[in-house]
C-alpha cells in the first residue's frame, strides 16, 4: 500500500511540475447559454457585440487560393461555420481556460475547397499600407495579387506601398503543433455578461522559442473592410454558442465525427445520473 501511495505521489509530481500552466482549477468554458463547453461538438463564435458583425467563418482571398482563411461575416444574422474545440495534451471532455485548444472548422471535405486540414493555423501575409495609414490600420493584401500586378505593371501606385508581414489565422494546421495552439480565457469587457478572448499561445505546444507569451486574436480589416481574424492587440470578445440545438442528445442530430459522437455519448451518461 505505501509502495502505491509513493508512485501516485511521484506521478502527480511529474505532471504538476511538467504542466504548471495546466492547473486543475482552471475554469471551465461555457456556451451562451450557459452550458459546458464540450469538446468535439460544433459552436458557433460570435462577436459579443451586437451591430459589429456575424460570426466567424472560412473564405478565400481569391479564387484558388488556399488555403482558407477565418473571416467574420459582414452581417449579424450570419452565424457563420461551427467549429469544435479539442483540448491537447490533457483529455477532457470539457474546455477549460488557459489550456492549450485545438480549434477546427466543422465543415465536410467537400465544402473546402482547398481539401486539406480546417485545423486553425497562424499563417504570415502582408499587409500594404497607405501613406496616411498608421500601424493599426494596415490593410490586408494577398500577396500572391500583390506579384502578379507587380509584374504586369511596375508603375502602379499599389506597388510603390510598403508591404509588412502580418500573421492571420488560416486553415491547414496539425494537431498539438506551435503554430496551431490556442487557448480561450474568460473577458470582462462587460461586467454581467459572459465572453471569452481566444489567444495564440505557441509555447505551450512545444515550441522551441524561449518566448512564454500568449497572443490576442483579434480582426484586421482589409480594403474593401472584410474582416480576417488574426493577431492584434485589441481585444476581441467572442461567445461560443451550440450549433447543435442544446447540449442535450436531439435524434435530428447528425454526428460526422467520432470525437463528436464521443463527446455526445459522455454527456448522456452525465445528465442521465
Known sequence: MKITFSVIFFNLFIITTTFPLLSTSSDLIYDSAGNKLLKGLPYYILPLLRGTGG????????????????????????????????PIIL?????R??????IEADVQKDQ??????NIWTVSKVNVAKDDDDDDDDARFKDHKDHKKKKHDDDDDDDDKKDFTP???VTTGGEFNKPESCFQ???????????SYQIQYCPFKCGSSSTVLTC??????SDADDKKYLGLTDAIFPVVFTNSFGTVKPAKTLTLSTFSRLSAKMTSFSRSAK
Open 112 to 117: 473546402n475547397p482547398c481539401h486539406g486540414s
Open 215 to 220: 497572443y490576442n486574436v483579434g480582426l484586421i
Open 91 to 95: 483529455d477532457e471532455q470539457f474546455v
Open 97 to 102: 481556460g488557459s489550456y492549450p485548444t485545438s
Open 166 to 168: 502580418v500573421s492571420i
Open 184 to 194: 480561450i480565457v474568460e473577458d470582462d469587457m462587460m461586467p454581467g455578461l459572459l
Open 55 to 86: 460570426g466567424l467563418t472560412l473564405s478565400q482571398t481569391t479564387k484558388n487560393t488556399c488555403p482558407l482563411n477565418i473571416t467574420q461575416e459582414p452581417f449579424e444574422v450570419n452565424n457563420g461555420v461551427p467549429f469544435i474545440f479539442t
